[in-house]
């Protein structure tokens, strides 16, 4: 199953129609995505045998983001080898977690103001929470994921590495910063939950690329060690890191220029792609 957001409301995506959940259950489901969310049991179960007679058709471009609202978005740096040797680290020995402040999700066409500094691309697998919990063991981590997402972290090099020891978050929350999209595909629609392929373009170059099956904390293994400090909650995401290829580590350094569009697909999930312009 496919899901997203239209006009703020939760749908189903089945190719290019999107099916209003709210509307088709007669209201026995919620319009929105956090409520939805958190009824997941009850959506997947409604999903099997829901009536797509009502579906309207759907252009790529009019869906926000799956999760316009997520309570707590969690993010890991440093989670590729060749990208954590890229930066000049080794490879951490517990996961290293900032967060992208929720005002910075954006959906998956979005335009995005350059701000002062250098913006830099992270291609990332992004994990949605369905049920969630509370210390989950990694045995049964998987069952608290509703499905994955294409993400951007966005990242402003000089406010993320100012100061001793830097700070993450703030460099990497201006608005637009954390586009996602353009729906979540169900964990059960993936080839291989541990093994997803992507990768993304500036034009015609690929810059990144990868497969979570090279992650050094899996989903399973970050769902289990997050939800050991935070209850998961409906809707929060996992932007679960990204490859060697970043802009601020090549030689010369290279960034994001306006007028430039940045591409990022996700094998099985779709694409996100953003414009960039000057300050204003
Ligand atoms: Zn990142």
Redesign the pocket.
């Known amino acids: 199953m496919r899901f997203g957001t239209l006009d703020g409301r939760f749908v189903l995506v089945r190719e290019d129609q999107a099916l209003d959940v709210a509307t088709a259950s007669e209201g026995i489901l919620p319009a929105d995505t956090l409520a939805a969310l958190k009824r997941w049991d009850d959506v997947l179960r409604w999903s099997e045998s829901a009536d797509w007679s009502g579906a309207v058709p759907l252009a790529a471009e009019q869906l926000g983001a799956p999760v316009p609202a997520p309570r707590q978005v969690f993010?890991?740096?440093l989670n590729y080898r060749p990208h954590a040797a890229e930066a000049g680290f080794v490879a951490p020995e517990q996961p290293l977690v900032f967060t992208k402040f929720p005002s910075c999700i954006t959906g998956p066409m979005a335009t995005v103001e350059l701000p002062d500094g250098n913006v830099d691309w992270?291609i990332?697998v992004v994990a949605v929470i369905g049920r969630g919990g509370y210390r989950i063991p990694r045995s049964s981590a998987w069952e608290a994921v509703a499905g994955v997402t294409v993400g951007q972290?966005l990242?402003e090099r000089v406010l993320q590495l100012a100061g001793t020891p830097p700070q993450f978050s703030l460099g990497?929350s201006h608005p637009g910063f954390g586009p996602t999209g353009p729906v979540v595909v169900t964990v059960d629609e993936l080839t291989d939950r541990d093994d997803i392929g992507f990768e993304s373009r500036l034009g015609d170059e690929i810059i990144q690329h990868g497969r979570t099956s090279d992650l050094i904390f899996p989903v399973d293994d970050l769902v289990a060690r997050l939800s050991a400090v935070c209850p998961l909650l409906p809707g929060d995401l996992i932007?679960t890191?990204?490859p060697a290829g970043v802009g601020n580590r090549r030689t010369p350094q290279r960034f994001l220029q306006p007028g430039e569009t940045l591409v990022s697909r996700v094998e099985g999930v779709g694409e996100i792609r953003q414009k960039f312009t000057a300050r204003s």
């Open positions: 993010a890991i740096a992270e990332e972290d990242s990497k932007f890191g990204t």
